[in-house]
């Protein structure tokens, strides 16, 4: 079973910075793709961004520019740095990966805040 534990997230003021990160228990060289998701109160969880094994990325419109997806495998770890936050990105943001016939896995989140 994998494991996902993402970290980095806290209190940061409209306009600021943070990079989020998402430590697999395992290998992800393998992983086709690993995405982030957030959830805001009283709102369904919504796609943010993807990485693939590969390279390739890809964003929902409401960060594109602002964020970026990358990952560092050998340390099994994928990151999601913010910038220029609005309050409307205050969420739980989730590490997500489907590895298929092994299952789905969810992180246990991490809470990003952004002060108006």
């Known amino acids: 079973q994998v494991q996902l534990v993402e970290s980095g997230g806290g209190l940061v003021q409209a306009g600021g910075s943070l990079r989020l990160s998402c430590a697999a228990s395992?290998?992800?060289?393998?992983?086709?793709?690993m995405y982030w998701y957030r959830q805001a109160p009283g709102k369904q969880r919504e796609f943010v961004a993807f990485?693939?094994?590969?390279?390739?990325?890809g964003y929902a419109n409401s960060v594109k520019g602002r964020f970026t997806i990358s990952s560092d495998n050998a340390k099994n770890t994928v990151y999601l740095q913010m910038n220029s936050l609005k309050f409307e990105d205050t969420a739980v943001y989730y590490c997500?990966?489907?590895?298929?016939?092994?299952?789905?896995?969810w992180g246990q989140g991490t809470q990003v805040t952004v002060s108006s």
């Open positions: 997500h990966t489907d590895l298929g016939a092994r299952g789905k896995y």
């Open positions: 395992e290998s992800i060289d393998s992983v086709n793709v």
């Open positions: 990485i693939t094994s590969a390279g390739g990325t």
